[in-house]
């Protein structure tokens, strides 16, 4: 293992665009060098990467990894501490997300939805256990807030969703004191598929108390402030702009 590297190190999942890329860029503002991990985002995570290093040269590198492949799993903290020596923040951002009707749900459905959503993260943690003890450092796992209020023609996601708020609990117990354990739960942050209608987009907007879509960076505050909160643990702090507050 290297020497132990100046900087607090981070991991995030699913870093090559979206949430996980402004993660990965306001981590890196804050003073964190990062491993990327992408699955298929491969363009998208090396352009991030050199987008970081040029701000700060040797800070970035981006790994790629089928997070459902749980034998891949302790290869990536691996990585992360051959170059660094140090492993202070676990963010488990990638996620599977898809319509799966109770009529049509298959087992690999099921098997695909639970492997990113809670069986990944929670071999992650395993893996990184120990660099984050020694750091005293924190996991922040991207939950939903349909894990409160169902999500129509998802029930799959949704339970691998409520799995993953389960285990961020039971692991700020488990890993206490030293790794704090939280969750962020965001709403509509990003449309997602261009099939989603007018009206459906109204009727979100309509039961948000703050008449709008959030932002990714806005999810990315929220992890920076929980990796950065010393007496918070086990929480999931709903990003959301009050929608989980409407009927």
């Not at 170059?83 to 098997?111: I, M």
Request: avoid cysteine.
């Amino acid at each position: 293992m290297p020497p132990r590297h100046d900087r607090p190190v981070a991991l995030v999942t699913g870093a090559g665009r979206r949430v996980g890329a402004a993660i990965a860029r306001r981590l890196h503002a804050a003073g964190y060098d990062l491993a990327l991990h992408y699955r298929h985002s491969a363009t998208e995570a090396s352009a991030l990467a050199a987008e970081l290093e040029a701000r700060r040269a040797g800070s970035v590198y981006a790994a790629q990894a089928e997070l459902a492949d749980v034998a891949r799993l302790p290869g990536l903290v691996e990585g992360v501490l051959a170059r660094y020596g140090r492993l202070d923040a676990l963010v488990n951002n990638a996620s599977a997300f898809y319509a799966t009707p109770l009529d049509t749900a298959t087992v690999a459905q099921w098997n695909e939805l639970f492997a990113s959503n809670a069986q990944a993260p929670f071999f992650l943690a395993q893996a990184a256990a120990p660099a984050l003890r020694a750091a005293r450092g924190g996991i922040v796992n991207m939950v939903d807030i349909y894990v409160e209020r169902a999500l129509a023609r998802h029930p799959l996601y949704v339970m691998a969703k409520a799995a993953l708020a389960a285990m961020t609990r039971s692991l700020a117990v488990d890993l206490a004191p030293q790794v704090r354990v939280n969750g962020v739960a965001p709403g509509a942050l990003l449309w997602p598929a261009a099939d989603q209608h007018d009206e459906d987009r109204d009727a979100i907007l309509a039961r948000t108390p703050l008449g709008r879509i959030g932002s990714p960076e806005d999810a990315a505050d929220a992890v920076l402030w929980l990796l950065q909160a010393p007496f918070v643990t086990g929480q999931i702090v709903r990003v959301d702009g009050g929608r989980t507050l409407s009927v």
